[in-house]
């Protein structure tokens, strides 16, 4: 179910550790406004799972750069920003299908929300042609385990990510 409000990571006093793989050092992150094909939209992607972000690094780092893992740190106790919060669900579906169609516009500071991977739009798919109801869909991505990503839309969501270091990914 989607959730609008000051995730539960924002907690008064709290400091969260986020991680950005690229094929560079970020020291000014910004948002991307030119890709079309992510999981929430135009944004500045990060996750709390180092390992992710070095797959992201080193995915990115193909065809240039090195593959270079960012941490920050984000002062979450913002309670102004407007925190769209999703979990492995059916919302959290509609929600991707639509960014990587490039069909939706919102109006949210940050998203957080599982990664979508292959296996999720294979599922989809089979439920898009009537091969499986929703039930066992949603069945079906149950035991996957996805990263959290988080996805700030905005300046505003932006101004209270600082980089702390960044070391070559192995």
Aim: a positive charge; hydrophobic letters at 35%; one cysteine or more.
């Amino acid at each position: 179910m989607k959730n609008t409000h000051t995730s539960r990571f924002m907690k008064s006093n709290t400091k969260v550790i986020l991680y950005h793989g690229s094929n560079q050092a970020v020291y000014q992150p910004r948002i991307n406004k030119n890709v079309f094909t992510t999981d929430f939209g135009n944004g500045f992607y990060v996750t709390a799972n180092r390992r992710q972000a070095e797959k992201w690094a080193k995915r990115k780092a193909r065809y240039s750069g090195q593959p270079t893992l960012n941490r920050y740190v984000f002062d979450a106790d913002q309670p102004d920003l407007k925190i769209l919060v999703y979990q492995a669900d059916i919302d959290w579906i509609k929600f991707v299908i639509q960014n990587r169609m490039n069909n939706i516009k919102d109006n949210s500071d940050i998203v957080i929300g599982p990664t979508a991977d292959s296996k999720l739009f294979s599922v989809v798919n089979c439920w898009k042609h009537g091969n499986l109801d929703l039930d066992e869909a949603l069945l079906k991505l149950k035991p996957s385990v996805y990263s959290e990503q988080y996805c700030f839309k905005t300046e505003r969501a932006l101004k209270d990510l600082t980089l702390i270091d960044k070391e070559l990914v192995r």
